[in-house]
């Protein structure tokens, strides 16, 4: 998740990853850091009062890429579909980021070691109230499999073979090899009706039909909110707590904070760090570890960053803990292994880059390197911690031709030109489709897009041993397979082609006395599953 998308999709998917805070993706245990999960308690365990109404701000505008969730990429669409659409399972945005059967009666059934089946809830319908079939379902697997349509979630079911109707109940999964992540991995696909989606495709992606427990009833660019109502017509296990829904678009950090203090809504994303003590005076707020980070990325088949040496250098330079500290406030950790260290599948990396200055000193001398281009994206909060990295890098004896560009122009300019850079800092999370090292460690480390058109990595020693180990791992479940992530948290911190700088955490204001059993999330944007109103 993040600018790594195919160019039919980037420009959306960039608006997402411009300040993901974290660890979407997969089941990994996400520590709430600021308010304790005992002070945490909402308006508790009453029920919500009849017609109430949920509103909150979020900081993300509209995307301009609509809300089929076959292509959607932008952050408040994608949160959007958290509350509108299925998959066959689904993994629910807070918490333990636990996957349950949504639009699955229950979890895949495994057949055998390639084939699974999965069979639909009882009376499922859609929000126009078709029922759900099997042929939906079979539809909706084949547009995302489809190469013509260019899907961006294509690369998570890579595994999958085929999906086929068994009966009017049951469709069957057909996997190229044994996987081990089925459940999971299948929740990026979300379930539509086929007639409409067919019918008028462009209608259907400005107004997608779901089986969520919510409703989009507005998406006006115009009114700047996005409302939402109970689903009458829902059958799943987490039905909406709350009558409507209202989500206003308010980008401007003091324009959101206003509304949170004065009760115009109960829920605001992504709260400065510098307004977190001030807002402590009037609503929770609470920051949640997760799996987003700022990355160091390298052109790896050129000079100066072709020798490993200098990749390691250039991070042995950076003083990390003085970024998080003055940039941040503390509202990050510095990386120790490429996943967070509340990952369910952390493993303390082989290499740890603390700073060091003399090592990146005598490395450098080592290989003669005296000067480097650095380009990094400019969003707003990235630009706090560049000039400190320029900083660290220039007190290791480098001079540091410096740029900033937009998140779109920077991959604009490097994509397939290796003679443009030498390294890149930018944001990342792809956490929000799933929180499983495969899924994040491919999102970088597999496929074109960033190891040959970006790093210009692939077809180098790692790279073949990186790609082994992934379908090795693949393959295997528990310890196992936690085991043989772990060889490649170890490779991957030895030859560092991207490697995380810190991981964030995503800092959410709330209204604890009207919201019922709200959790903050790790990740961009907001999520009510299961939460409730007084209002």
């Not at 495709?201 to 998406?219: E, I, L, Q, S, Y």
């Not at 030109?417 to 489709?433: T, Y």
Request: some cysteine.
């Amino acid at each position: 998740m993040n600018d790594s998308l195919p160019s039919t999709s980037r420009r959306g998917f960039l608006k997402l990853v411009g300040v993901l805070g974290a660890a979407s993706a997969f089941a990994g245990t996400l520590s709430a850091c600021g308010t304790t999960p005992a002070n945490r308690t909402t308006a508790g365990a009453g029920a919500s009062a009849a017609g109430s109404t949920i509103n909150a701000a979020i900081s993300y505008e509209l995307g301009t890429n609509g809300f089929d969730p076959m292509t959607t990429t932008s952050a408040l669409t994608v949160a959007a579909n958290w509350h509108t659409m299925e998959g066959l399972t689904e993994i629910l945005p807070s918490g333990n980021r636990d996957v349950y059967a949504a639009l699955g009666k229950d979890l895949p059934k495994k057949v055998d070691d390639t084939t699974y089946e999965v069979t639909l809830r009882d009376s499922a319908v859609f929000h126009n109230g078709s029922p759900v079939t099997t042929d939906d379902v079979v539809y909706s697997f084949q547009r995302v499999m489809d190469p013509a349509n260019k899907s961006m979630y294509v690369q998570f079911i890579s595994f999958l073979d085929s999906v086929t109707k068994k009966d009017d109940k049951t469709v069957t999964l057909k996997l190229k090899y044994p996987f081990s992540l089925v459940a999971e991995r299948i929740a990026v696909v979300k379930i539509v009706p086929k007639a409409a989606a067919t019918a008028d495709p462009k209608a259907f992606d400005a107004n997608r039909v779901g089986t969520g427990p919510w409703k989009m009833t507005d998406n006006s660019a115009t009114s700047k909110q996005v409302v939402f109502e109970k689903f009458a017509g829902y059958t799943g296990p987490r039905p909406a707590k709350a009558s409507k829904m209202v989500w206003k678009v308010m980008p401007d950090d003091a324009t959101r904070m206003n509304a949170l203090t004065s009760k115009a809504v109960q829920a605001i994303d992504l709260v400065p760090d510098l307004s977190v003590e001030t807002l402590k005076a009037s609503a929770a707020v609470e920051s949640v570890q997760g799996f987003g980070l700022l990355f160091a990325m390298f052109n790896c088949g050129s000079a100066p960053f072709d020798n490993v040496k200098n990749r390691q250098a250039f991070l042995y330079a950076l003083d990390m803990e003085k970024v998080v500290k003055t940039a941040y406030l503390g509202n990050a950790t510095p990386a120790t292994s490429f996943v967070q260290n509340t990952h369910p599948a952390y493993k303390r990396a082989k290499v740890v880059y603390a700073l060091d200055q003399a090592k990146a000193k005598a490395l450098f001398a080592e290989t003669g390197l005296k000067s480097i281009r650095l380009l990094c994206t400019d969003h707003g909060w990235v630009k706090k911690a560049t000039p400190i990295i320029k900083e660290s890098l220039e007190a290791a004896g480098l001079t540091v031709d410096f740029t900033e560009k937009k998140s779109s122009d920077v991959y604009n300019t490097i994509d397939g030109k290796p003679e443009a850079f030498d390294a890149v800092i930018a944001p990342g999370d792809p956490s929000v489709f799933g929180a499983d090292v495969d899924l994040l460690m491919r999102w970088w480390y597999a496929g074109d897009t960033w190891t040959d058109k970006r790093m210009h990595w692939k077809g180098q020693e790692s790279y073949t041993q990186v790609q082994t180990k992934l379908d090795e791992a693949a393959r295997l479940t528990g310890d196992a397979q936690k085991a043989k992530w772990g060889e490649l948290f170890d490779l991957i911190s030895e030859t560092v082609p991207l490697y995380p700088l810190f991981h964030r955490k995503t800092t959410t204001g709330y209204d604890k006395t009207t919201l019922i059993d709200f959790k903050p999330i790790a990740l961009t944007g907001l999520s009510f599953i299961d939460t409730g109103s007084t209002k």
